[in-house]
C-alpha cells in the first residue's frame, strides 16, 4: 500500500510526501502534473476519473531554505543511530520487552550537557540506566560511533516509506550515497 505521493518541485527536487487526496486537488487546481502514476489503480470523482498519483510535480517553484535544522528528536535520533544502541551495538529488534531504546546525553544535562545532535546518542534503557548521570568513561563504557548532525536530506527521508518508484527521484536528485544511506536505515528498522 502506497503511504502518499511524493510531491516534487518544479525543479524536480524532492520535497515531501502528501496524502493522495492533496495530491490529487493539487492536480485538480493547476497547481501540479502528475509524473508518475499507479496505472491499475484510479481516483474516481463524481465526473472526473484519475491515475493514483505516486509522483506529481508543483508547476511553480517553491524556494525551500537550505540552512535549516532539525531539532533533535527520538525519531530523527534513533534513524541516524540505524535503531542500535550506541554502546552495547543491540537494534531495537533484540531488545527483551522490557527493554526499549532512549535517548542518552553524552554529557549528562546535570553535568551541563545539551540537547545537540553531537550530545546525544541512541542508547537502550539498559545502558542508559547504567550508565546514569556519568560521563561513558567513568565507568568503562565507550561509545561505537561519534554523534554528528545529519544531513537534512537525510533527516527527511529516513524515517519515511517510499516506493522503488519514488525512490529514483531521491538517487536522481540528491546521488545514490545519499538514497542507499536512507534505505539502511530503513532497512535497519526491520
Known amino acids: 500500500m502506497l503511504v502518499g505521493c511524493l510531491a516534487l518541485n518544479s525543479s524536480f527536487e524532492p520535497l515531501t510526501l502528501v496524502p493522495t487526496r492533496r495530491a490529487v486537488r493539487l492536480v485538480i487546481d493547476g497547481k501540479a502534473e502528475i509524473v508518475e502514476a499507479d496505472r491499475d489503480r484510479s481516483v474516481r470523482s463524481a465526473n472526473r476519473r484519475f491515475p493514483h498519483p505516486v509522483v506529481i510535480r508543483l508547476t511553480k517553484y517553491v524556494h525551500v531554505p537550505r540552512r535549516f535544522r ?16 550506541q554502546y552495547c551495538g543491540r537494534v531495537s529488534a533484540v531488545l527483551r520487552p522490557r527493554e526499549s531504546l532512549t535517548r542518552d546525553h553524552i ?34 563504557m565507550r561509545l561505537l560511533h561519534t554523534p554528528v548532525e545529519p544531513h537534512f536530506v537525510y533527516l527527511s527521508w529516513a524515517v519515511r516509506k517510499l516506493t522503488p518508484t519514488q525512490s529514483k527521484y531521491i ?19 526491520r
Not at 532539525?70 to 544502541?85: E, G, K, M, S
Not at 554529557?107 to 560521563?135: E, F, I, Q
Not at 536522481?172 to 528498522?189: C, I, K, N, Q
Open 70 to 85: 532539525r531539532h533533535v528528536t527520538n525519531t530523527f535520533l534513533f534513524a541516524r543511530d540505524h535503531y542500535r544502541c
Open 107 to 140: 554529557v549528562p544535562l546535570s553535568r551541563g550537557g545539551d540537547n545537540s545532535w553531537t550530545n546525544v546518542v541512541t542508547a537502550c534503557s539498559s545502558c542508559n540506566t547504567r550508565k546514569a548521570n556519568r560521563l561513558a568513561s567513568e565507568i568503562g
Open 171 to 189: 538517487r536522481l536528485f540528491y546521488g545514490a550515497a545519499m538514497l542507499h544511506e536512507v534505505e539502511r536505515t530503513v532497512d535497519s528498522r
